[in-house]
């Protein structure tokens, strides 16, 4: 395992930011981390690297004890925070250079060609870090945690602030360096969640509240309500969609396309499929609506 936490917890005078947390994360793995303002994403965060110690609980990274080996520990940690620190009166290539030399790095001058290289950044590399603007900050920022080919990379807000051309760039580079490293990624923005993780884990109020792989995360909110969308070939009255039997709720989304409820916990398509050829009607599409990685977090963490 890359990251191993063990019944965590931290405190910030009497509030309790991390609950008896536990996770962990293999070697490869992309896992979004998630959860509301204030529920204990970046605490966590800061723990796992070494930024703050935890109060309670075991933290283990590459089988490195925090509390015993965090040096180590930082040696193998690209670490980018919420709040981007860079030093602003320096030239890019200079502050690169800069970070290079505090890792020790051996051939630091290839290294830093390197990284400009891949985070797309040749065109800058001579500019003050203070004329970029914050979609290539996140670029550098990204640039110092890769410099010294850490094995584990943690992403705090990532793309905090950029537009959505500057949001797939720093996807995009994600996605490549994921394939490589351990990668535990913060956001608020769901979509990149689905996008580029393996593994979803959701946290509340210090608390973790579901820890599932991206393609099963929809299972962890059971839907309720059976919500079907079905569009025949030719109209029909509402009176008789709602004969079907055990719906409960029939409303018209535009021409010959239906929206139909049901608190049955059996698929009512078939039934829905046999009402169409009673009564000589075709059923063009139907679909059967899932609930959005959006609204099992509200769900979740409400």
């Known amino acids: 395992m890359s990251i191993i936490l063990k019944n965590v917890s931290k405190f910030y005078g009497e509030q309790k930011a991390l609950d008896n947390v536990s996770f962990e994360i293999k070697t490869g793995e992309i896992v979004g981390f998630i959860g509301p303002n204030g529920a204990g994403k970046s605490t966590a965060m800061k723990?796992?690297?070494?930024?703050?110690?935890?109060?309670?609980?075991?933290?283990?990274?590459?089988?490195?004890?925090?509390?015993?080996?965090?040096?180590?520990?930082?040696?193998?940690?690209?670490?980018?925070?919420?709040?981007?620190p860079l030093?602003?009166?320096?030239?890019?290539?200079?502050?690169?250079?800069?970070?290079?030399?505090?890792?020790?790095?051996?051939?630091?001058?290839?290294?830093?060609?390197?990284?400009?290289?891949?985070?797309g950044i040749e065109r800058e590399q001579h500019k003050k870090i203070s004329a970029l603007?914050?979609?290539?900050?996140?670029?550098?920022?990204?640039?110092?945690?890769?410099?010294?080919?850490?094995?584990?990379?943690?992403?705090?807000?990532?793309?905090?602030?950029?537009?959505?051309?500057?949001?797939?760039?720093?996807?995009?580079?994600?996605?490549?360096?994921?394939r490589e490293k351990t990668i535990m990624l913060s956001t608020h923005i769901m979509q990149e969640v689905e996008a580029i993780c393996d593994r979803i884990i959701i946290i509340n109020k210090g608390k973790i509240v579901a820890d599932k792989r991206t393609s099963e995360i929809k299972t962890e909110v059971k839907n309720t309500v059976q919500t079907i969308i079905v569009e025949f070939d030719k109209q029909i009255g509402k009176e008789k969609l709602e004969t079907i039997a055990?719906?409960?709720?029939?409303?018209?989304?535009?021409?010959?396309?239906?929206?139909?409820?049901?608190?049955?916990?059996?698929?009512?398509?078939?039934?829905?499929?046999?009402?169409?050829?009673?009564?000589?009607?075709?059923?063009?599409?139907?679909?059967?609506?899932?609930?959005?990685?959006?609204?099992?977090?509200?769900?979740?963490?409400?």
């Open 47 to 84: 723990i796992i690297t070494g930024y703050i110690p935890q109060d309670e609980g075991e933290v283990i990274v590459n089988e490195n004890n925090t509390k015993e080996n965090i040096i180590e520990i930082k040696k193998e940690i690209g670490y980018l925070p919420e709040h981007n």
């Open 87 to 119: 030093y602003l009166d320096m030239y890019v290539r200079e502050y690169l250079d800069y970070v290079a030399g505090i890792y020790k790095i051996k051939d630091k001058k290839q290294k830093v060609k390197d990284v400009i290289q891949r985070l």
């Open 133 to 178: 603007s914050k979609g290539y900050r996140q670029r550098i920022g990204l640039a110092q945690a890769l410099i010294h080919d850490p094995k584990v990379l943690i992403l705090d807000e990532p793309t905090s602030g950029l537009d959505p051309n500057q949001i797939m760039e720093i996807r995009d580079i994600i996605s490549e360096v994921g």
């Open 246 to 302: 055990e719906i409960s709720k029939v409303a018209n989304l535009k021409e010959n396309s239906w929206l139909l409820e049901s608190n049955s916990k059996k698929d009512i398509r078939t039934d829905i499929f046999n009402f169409a050829v009673l009564n000589k009607i075709a059923v063009i599409s139907m679909q059967k609506k899932e609930k959005t990685l959006e609204e099992i977090f509200k769900e979740l963490t409400k």
